[in-house]
T-cell receptor, first 113, second 115 residues
Framework: AQSVSQHNHHVILSEAASLELGCNYS??????LFWYVQYPGQHLQLLLK??????LVKGIKGFEAEFIKSKFSFNLRKPSVQWSDTAEYFC???????????FGRGTSLIVHP | EPEVTQTPSHQVTQMGQEVILRCVPI?????FYWYRQILGQKVEFLVS????????KSEIFDDQFSVERPDGSNFTLKIRSTKLEDSAMYFC?????????????FGPGTRLTVT
């Protein structure tokens, strides 16, 4: 069975700092990769996704993620965070033609103004 | 922008009681899902539903769980006899198509607390 690991459970940054959240998965075949964000009191929203093509994926709100197949990784990055980026971030992976994503545990990001 | 909605936002129930969690998927979506997240743990898939039938379910979705689309808009998750370990956040989601490339849109969740 596939698994998804998010190594940073809690991240605290100041505004304008750069962000990188790690995500690794354990599946050797073709994968679909997702990052979701959940702002306080709101629903899960898709930030970005990778299915094929350019491994550097750009999402909403200035986020991007890079798929590195050799490292089984799909890390999320943002060059300069804002206070409004405070949220829970979830990496998810689906594979083998399945539409059901396996989620990581999530990373809580707090950005201080 | 259309959204998935869920009610109630928070449900407190006693162990052994039945609960029904309600979801209104996006109106033109045909595929519906339930997930749960126990506090501090991963979001876990429970069940998917299409054309009034369960398409897929996880090992978590045992006989105490059931889903239903009682009318043209609601999608419900019933837990017949709640246990303490059912305490979790329950998310509903919907998508246009049942395919790996179609985005699932999530609702805000219902926090279920079993005492």
């Amino acid at each position: 069975a596939q698994s998804v690991s998010q190594h940073n459970h809690h991240v605290i940054l100041s505004e304008a700092a750069s962000l990188e959240l790690g995500c690794n998965y354990s599946y050797g075949g073709t994968v679909n990769l997702f990052w979701y964000v959940q702002y306080p009191g709101q629903h899960l929203q898709l930030l970005l996704k990778y299915f094929s093509g350019d491994p550097l994926v750009k999402g909403i709100k200035g986020f991007e993620a890079e798929f590195i197949k050799s490292k089984f990784s799909f890390n999320l990055r943002k060059p300069s965070v804002q206070w409004s980026d405070t949220a829970e971030y979830f990496c998810a992976v689906s594979s083998g033609g399945s539409y059901i994503p396996t989620f990581g545990r999530g990373t809580s990001l707090i950005v201080h103004p | 922008e259309p959204e998935v909605t869920q009610t109630p936002s928070h449900q407190v129930t006693q162990m052994g009681q039945e609960v029904i969690l309600r979801c209104v998927p996006i109106s033109n979506h045909l595929y519906f899902y339930w997930y749960r997240q126990i506090l501090g743990q991963k979001v876990e898939f429970l069940v998917s539903f299409y054309n009034n039938e369960i398409s897929e379910k996880s090992e978590i979705f045992d006989d105490q769980f059931s889903v239903e689309r009682p009318d043209g808009s609601n999608f419900t998750l019933k837990i017949r006899s709640t246990k303490l370990e059912d305490s979790a956040m329950y998310f509903c989601a919907s998508s246009e198509e049942l395919a790996e490339h179609y985005e699932q849109y999530f609702g805000p969740g219902t926090r279920l607390t079993v005492t």
